[in-house]
C-alpha cells in the first residue's frame, strides 16, 4: 500500500515521463478500491487534476492507456481548463488543443462500428468540442458551420456524429445558456446561429430527401427537434419541411415519435402569418393518424398492451392534439369544412384521456381545463334550463359546438376523479382498506387541477354533469357498479363541484344523494364496506357548508352521524370524523349557538351535555380537535354572559383533572416527577392550546384561571429537568419523562404565546400577563443549559413583540440581556446546532427591528455591535429560512437607522464598509445564489445611500477631503481585485461603475450581478474583448443617461451647480 502511495505521487512529478500504467492502477483504485487505498487514489487524482500544467497530459492519456475510466478522467481535466483558463493559454496552445480534438472525434467517427463501440467516449469528447466552440465561435473560428457541413457529406457514420455536435451546441446556446454565460455572450452565439443556419438546414434536408441509413436520418430528425424552436420560422413553413415530415416520415414506425415531437414543436409557434400552413399542417397529419391509429381502437386497452414505442407514440400525439388544438382551434372553428377533423382530434384526445397512465392524464387534463375555462370565460352565465328556462338556441356557438365532446369529458373526469385531501380513509396495492398516513402531493395537485376543470364543465351544463352524477349514484345503490373505486371516485367528484350550482338545484341534488349514502350505509355489511361509504359521506357533507347552513334537520342528522362515527374504530374513521366535525363547525358556528326551529335549546348546550360520552373512545390528538371545532362554536356566541357560562362547562373535564393535580402537588410536589401525572398535564395543556386557537380573546376567562399555577408548574418542570442533567448528563434529555416534562414547558409557551396572538387589549396583556411570563421563564431560560433550553422562549417572546409592538419596548432590554447572549453562543459555532433555536433567535431579532427599533438603540454599544454581528451570522448560514431572515433583517435594519438622524450616520460611519465587505462575501459565494434578489436589493440600498450624499460623515478614516462615492467604489474595487486576482482592471471597474448606476433599478442589477458571478469563473487572460466589455459599457452609459433624463424632468432633484448651461434661467 504504501510502496504505491509512493510511485502514486511520481504522477505529480511533472519534470520526469508520465508513467500510463501506473495511473491506469491508480485509477482502478479509485473505481474498485477500498477504505484507505480508495483516498490515496482520490486525493492523487484530484491534485493530479488542479496542477495548471495537467493538459498537457492529456493526449499521452487518450493515446496509449487502455483504460475506459482513465480516458473519461484525462477528458474531465481538459473540460476544466477549457471551462476556466482558456483565455490564459497561449493561442498555439488552443489551436493545438482544437486541432487534437476535431482530429480525435473524425478517427472515431468515420467508422460506423467504432460510432456504435465508442459511444460513450466519442459522447464526452463531442461535449468538449463544444465547450472550446463556446469560447472559440464565431471570433476564432469563423468557419466552423461551414467546415462541419462540408465534411458531413463526405461520410454517413461522420455526419451521424456531426449532427449530435450540432444538437449539443444547439441545447447549450439556447437551453442551457443562463448562468453558464454573460448574457451578451449568449446573445452573440445565439445571432451567430441564426445567421449560419442555412447551411445546416440545407445538411438536413439533404439528409433527409436523400439517405437509406436509419440511424443517420433518426439523428437528423432528432438535431432538428432541437432546431424548431429557435430556427428562423421561414426555414418551417416557407419550405418543404412540413409535408416531408408528415408524408415521409410520419408512417415510418421507427421515425414516427421523433417526427410526432417535430410536428408538435411546429404546432406549438405562435404567429399570425403562417395561418394557411397550420391548417395544411393539422388536416395532413389528422390524414395520416387515421391510417395509422383508426378511431375504432380502443386506446385504452392499446396502451395497455403496446409496446415502450407504442406507448410512446400515444404519449407523443396527446402532446400534439393539445399543444395544436390550444394554440391554433380558433383557426380551425372559422372554417366550417373542417368541423369533422376538429371533432375527430377531439374524440382522439377523449379516448386518450381514458388511457390508464397518470402522466398521459396530466397533459390531456391541462388541455380540458384550457378549453373549458375559455368557454365558461366568454360567456360566464351558467346553461341551468331548470331555473333560466332557456333553450340550446341561446347556447353560444363555440359552445354549441363542443358541446357533445364535453359531455364525454364529465364522465371521463367522475369517473378518474383523484383523491382529495380530506379523505384519509384509502384502499391499499393489497385491497385492503386503510388509513393513509403520507400526503401524495402529486395527487393532491391533480385533484386540485381535476376539481377545477370539473367545476368548469359544471357550469357549460349544471343539467348535463347533475344526469351524469345521479344516473351513476343509482348503480351504486342497486349494485350494477358497485365497487369501492367507483364509489370513491363519483363521491369525490359529487364534493368536489360544491358552489357550481345554483342553490335551489344544489338542494335537491344534495338531499337524494345524502339519502343514497345514509341508505348505502345501512345496506351494505362488512367493516371495510362501511369505512369506505362512511369516508364518502363525510367528504361528501364537509364540502356543502352552504346546504348544511340552509337545512338545520340535515346538519343536525349530519353532526350526530359524525358522533356516531367517532365510535367507529375502524382505521381512519374517527381522524376523518373529527376532521369532518371542525370543518362543519367552522363553517357553520353560529347555527349551533342559537335556539333552532323545533328545539328546546341551543345545540351547543346539548354537545356539551354529553360530551363525554361523544369523545370516550377517541385518542387524545382526535379529542383535542374536538375541542378545537366545539371552540368555534362558542367562538360565535355574542352575549358576553352567555359565553362566559359556556367556556365554563366546555372546559369543565379538562379543569376537573387539572384541579385534582394541583391539589396533589400542593401537598406534596414530588407527584410532578410522577410519568402519568406529567403525561395528564402535558394532555390538558393541549386541549388548552385548541381551545385558545378556536375561542380568541375571550379564553381569557380560562387562560386567567390556570395562568399561576400554568408557570409554577413550569419552574417545577424547568427544575426537575435541570436536577436530571445535572446529576445524569445531557443524556438524560432524551429519557420519556424527560421529554414529557419539556412538553409541558413547551406547552404552556404555546398557550400563552397562542393567546396573547388573539388578544386585543394589549395594554391589559402587559400589565397583567406579562410580568409573570418574564419573571418566569427568563431567568430561567438563561440559567439552564444550552440542552434544556426551549426554543419556544424565543418564539414566544417574538410574538409578543410582534402583537405588543410599542406597548412592550420598554420590556426589551431585560428580555434581550436574559437570552441574547447565552443563545448566541449556542449558535455561533457552527451553521448546524440547534436548528429551532436558531430560527426562533432569529425571528425575535426582526419582530424588535420591526416594532421596538428604538429599545436597540438605546442597548450599549458593545451589545449593538453583538446583535448586528448576528444579523451578519444569520444570513452567511446555508439553512435558507435563516438567511433570508438575516438579509430582512438587514434590510430592515439599514432603513429604520434612519429615524434618527443622529444614530443613523454613527450607525453607517461604524458598520458601512463592515456590512458592504460581508454582503458582498455572499453575494459571490455560489452556495447563496438564491437569495440574490434580497442580495441585490440591499446592495442597491446601500450604494444609492452613498450615491444621493445621505451619508455626510467620512466612511473610512483615511479617505481625507475625498467623497464617500468615490471612497466606496475604491473600496469595493479593492475588495474585489483581492478576492478574485484573475480578474481584469477594467472588469471589476466595469462592475463597480455598474453598481452605482444601476442601483435604481433592481431586475438589471440583479442580472449586472449574475453576469459578475459568470465572469469570476472563468480566467480572463489578455483576452478580455470576449466579455463584450463594449456592449456593456454602452450600455451602461445609456443607463446613466436614462436616469440622468428622469432626474432632470422633476425639478429640484439636480444640483443647481450640476446643471446643464442651457437649462440655467
Not at 216 to 226: F, H, K
Not at 277 to 290: A, C
Not at 857 to 863: E, G, H, N
Request: aromatic content about 8%; charged content about 20%.
Amino acid at each position: 500500500m504504501t510502496a504505491l502511495t509512493e510511485q502514486a505521487t511520481q504522477l505529480l512529478d511533472f519534470n520526469q515521463k508520465l508513467d500510463i500504467n501506473l495511473l491506469d492502477t491508480v485509477v482502478k483504485c479509485l473505481y474498485n478500491g477500498e477504505g484507505n487505498q480508495q483516498r490515496m487514489a482520490q486525493e492523487v487524482l484530484t491534485t493530479l487534476k488542479e496542477h495548471p500544467d495537467a493538459w498537457t497530459r492529456v493526449d499521452t492519456i487518450l493515446e496509449y492507456s487502455n483504460n475506459q475510466q482513465t480516458k473519461y478522467y484525462a477528458l474531465q481535466i481538459l473540460e476544466t481548463v477549457i471551462k476556466t483558463r482558456w483565455k490564459v493559454l497561449p493561442r498555439s496552445q488552443c489551436e493545438g488543443i482544437k486541432k487534437y480534438t476535431v482530429g480525435l472525434i473524425i478517427k472515431l467517427s468515420s467508422d460506423a462500428k467504432n460510432l456504435e463501440k465508442e459511444k460513450v467516449y466519442l459522447g464526452k469528447l463531442n461535449m468538449i468540442l463544444v465547450q472550446i466552440l463556446k469560447q472559440e465561435w464565431p471570433k476564432n473560428w469563423p468557419s466552423f458551420i461551414g467546415d462541419i457541413v462540408g465534411a458531413s457529406r463526405t461520410n454517413e457514420s461522420l455526419c451521424q456524429n456531426n449532427m449530435h455536435i450540432l444538437k449539443l451546441l444547439s441545447e447549450e446556446v439556447f437551453d442551457f445558456s443562463s448562468g453558464q454565460m454573460t448574457q451578451t455572450k449568449a446573445k452573440h452565439l445565439k445571432d451567430s446561429m441564426c445567421n449560419e443556419f442555412s447551411q445546416i438546414f440545407q445538411l438536413c434536408q439533404f439528409v433527409m430527401d436523400n439517405s437509406d441509413n436509419p440511424t443517420l436520418v433518426g439523428s437528423t430528425l432528432e438535431t432538428l427537434l432541437r432546431f424548431l424552436n429557435w430556427i428562423p420560422l421561414g426555414y418551417i413553413f416557407e419550405t418543404k419541411l412540413i409535408t416531408t415530415l408528415i408524408y415521409k416520415f410520419l408512417n415510418v414506425p421507427m421515425f414516427r415519435n421523433v417526427t410526432l415531437k417535430c410536428l408538435t414543436e411546429v404546432a406549438g409557434v405562435h404567429v399570425n402569418q403562417y395561418d394557411e400552413q397550420f391548417v395544411v399542417l393539422f388536416t395532413l397529419t389528422m390524414n395520416q393518424l387515421k391510417q395509422i391509429l383508426p378511431l375504432e381502437t380502443d386506446l385504452r386497452d392499446a396502451y395497455g398492451n403496446g409496446r415502450d414505442d407504442e406507448q410512446n407514440f400515444i404519449q407523443n400525439l396527446s402532446l400534439f392534439l393539445c399543444t395544436f388544438l390550444k394554440e391554433h382551434s380558433q383557426l380551425i372553428e372559422r372554417k366550417t369544412d373542417l368541423h369533422t377533423t376538429l371533432m375527430e382530434a377531439l374524440k382522439y384526445l377523449v379516448l386518450i384521456s381514458e388511457v390508464d397512465e397518470t402522466e398521459i392524464f396530466k397533459i390531456c387534463l391541462e388541455y380540458w381545463n384550457s378549453l373549458a375555462s375559455e368557454l365558461y370565460r366568454e360567456s360566464p352565465f351558467s346553461s341551468s334550463p331548470f331555473l333560466l328556462g332557456q333553450q340550446n338556441s341561446e347556447m353560444p356557438v363555440r359552445r354549441q359546438l363542443y358541446n357533445p365532446v364535453l359531455s364525454k369529458v364529465r364522465r371521463v373526469m367522475i369517473s378518474r376523479m383523484a383523491k382529495p385531501e380530506e379523505v384519509l380513509v384509502v384502499e391499499n396495492d393489497q385491497g385492503e382498506v386503510v388509513r393513509e398516513f403520507m400526503k401524495d402531493t402529486d395527487s393532491i395537485n391533480l385533484y386540485k387541477n381535476m376539481r377545477e376543470t370539473l367545476v368548469y364543465l359544471t357550469h357549460l351544463d349544471y343539467a348535463d354533469t347533475e344526469q351524469i352524477m345521479t344516473e351513476k349514484l343509482q348503480l351504486q345503490v342497486n349494485g350494477q357498479e358497485w365497487s369501492w373505486k367507483n364509489l370513491n371516485t363519483l363521491c369525490w367528484a359529487i364534493g368536489s363541484i360544491s358552489g357550481a350550482m345554483h342553490e335551489e338545484d344544489e338542494k335537491r341534488f344534495l338531499v337524494t344523494v345524502i339519502k343514497d349514502l345514509l341508505g348505502l350505509c345501512e345496506q351494505k355489511r362488512g367493516k371495510d364496506n362501511k369505512a369506505i361509504i362512511a369516508s364518502n359521506i363525510m367528504y361528501v357533507v364537509g364540502q356543502y357548508p352552504r346546504f348544511l347552513r340552509a337545512h338545520w334537520k340535515f346538519l343536525k342528522t349530519v353532526v350526530n352521524k359524525l358522533f356516531e362515527f367517532m365510535h367507529e374504530t375502524h382505521d381512519g374513521v374517527q381522524d376523518m370524523a373529527c376532521d369532518t366535525f371542525i370543518k362543519i363547525a367552522q363553517k357553520c358556528r353560529r347555527h349551533f349557538v342559537q335556539v333552532q326551529v323545533g328545539e328546546v335549546m341551543p345545540f351547543i348546550e346539548e354537545i356539551l351535555n354529553s360530551i363525554n360520552t361523544i369523545i370516550c373512545d377517541l385518542q387524545p390528538q382526535q379529542v383535542h380537535t374536538f375541542y378545537e371545532a366545539v371552540g368555534y362554536m362558542i367562538s360565535a356566541q355574542t352575549d358576553t354572559g352567555v359565553q362566559e357560562h359556556l367556556i365554563e362547562k366546555y372546559m369543565l373535564l379538562p379543569n376537573q383533572v387539572w384541579d385534582g393535580i394541583i391539589q396533589q402537588a400542593s401537598k406534596n410536589v414530588d407527584v410532578l416527577k410522577e410519568p402519568e401525572i406529567v403525561k395528564q398535564l402535558g394532555s390538558i395543556l393541549k386541549t388548552n392550546v385548541r381551545a385558545c386557537k378556536a375561542v380568541g380573546h375571550p379564553f381569557v376567562l380560562q387562560l386567567g384561571r390556570i395562568y399561576l399555577d400554568m408557570l409554577n408548574i413550569y419552574k417545577c418542570m424547568s427544575e426537575n429537568i435541570s436536577g436530571a442533567i445535572a446529576a445524569n448528563g445531557e443524556m438524560v434529555t432524551k429519557q420519556p419523562l424527560i421529554r414529557s416534562m419539556r412538553t409541558v414547558k413547551k406547552e404552556t409557551l404555546k398557550l400563552i404565546s397562542g393567546w396573547v396572538s388573539r388578544s386585543n387589549e394589549p395594554g391589559m396583556v402587559v400589565e397583567n400577563f406579562i410580568p409573570p411570563l418574564l419573571d418566569a421563564v427568563l431567568g430561567d431560560y438563561a440559567r439552564n443549559v444550552p440542552a434544556a433550553r426551549e426554543p419556544e422562549v424565543l418564539s414566544t417572546m417574538a410574538t409578543t413583540v410582534n402583537k405588543l409592538e410599542g406597548h412592550i419596548t420598554t420590556e426589551v432590554p431585560k428580555i434581550f440581556d436574559a437570552v441574547f447572549e447565552c443563545t448566541l453562543d449556542m449558535i455561533n459555532k457552527n451553521f448546524e446546532e440547534y436548528p429551532e433555536h436558531r430560527t426562533n433567535f432569529f425571528l425575535l431579532l426582526q419582530a424588535v427591528n420591526s416594532h421596538c427599533f428604538p429599545a436597540l438603540l438605546a442597548i450599549p454599544p458593545m451589545q449593538f455591535k453583538l446583535v448586528l454581528d448576528s444579523i451578519i451570522w444569520a444570513f452567511k448560514h446555508t439553512m435558507r429560512n435563516v438567511a433570508d431572515t438575516g438579509l430582512n433583517i438587514l434590510y430592515g435594519l439599514l432603513q429604520n437607522v434612519w429615524q434618527n438622524e443622529q444614530a443613523a450616520q454613527s450607525f453607517y460611519q461604524t458598520y458601512y464598509t463592515d456590512v458592504l465587505q460581508h454582503v458582498l462575501s455572499v453575494v459571490t459565494d455560489t452556495s447563496h445564489t438564491a437569495g440574490l434578489t434580497m442580495h441585490a436589493t440591499i446592495l442597491a440600498y446601500m450604494f444609492n445611500l452613498v450615491e444621493q450624499n445621505k451619508i455626510t460623515v467620512p466612511l473610512t478614516p483615511t479617505q481625507g477631503t475625498v467623497t464617500n462615492e468615490v471612497c466606496i467604489k475604491e473600496f469595493t474595487a479593492n475588495l474585489l481585485k483581492v478576492a478574485f486576482p484573475h480578474l481584469q482592471d477594467a472588469q471589476v471597474k466595469l462592475f463597480v461603475t455598474g453598481l452605482f448606476s444601476l442601483n435604481h433599478d433592481i431586475p438589471q442589477f440583479k442580472e449586472h450581478l449574475r453576469d459578475f458571478l459568470v465572469q469570476i469563473k472563468e480566467f480572463a487572460g489578455d483576452d478580455t474583448t470576449d466579455l463584450y466589455l463594449e456592449e456593456r459599457e454602452t450600455s451602461l452609459r445609456q443607463a446613466v443617461e436614462e436616469k440622468r433624463k428622469i432626474q432632470m424632468a422633476v425639478p429640484g432633484i439636480i444640483n443647481p451647480h450640476d446643471m446643464p448651461e442651457e437649462m440655467q434661467d
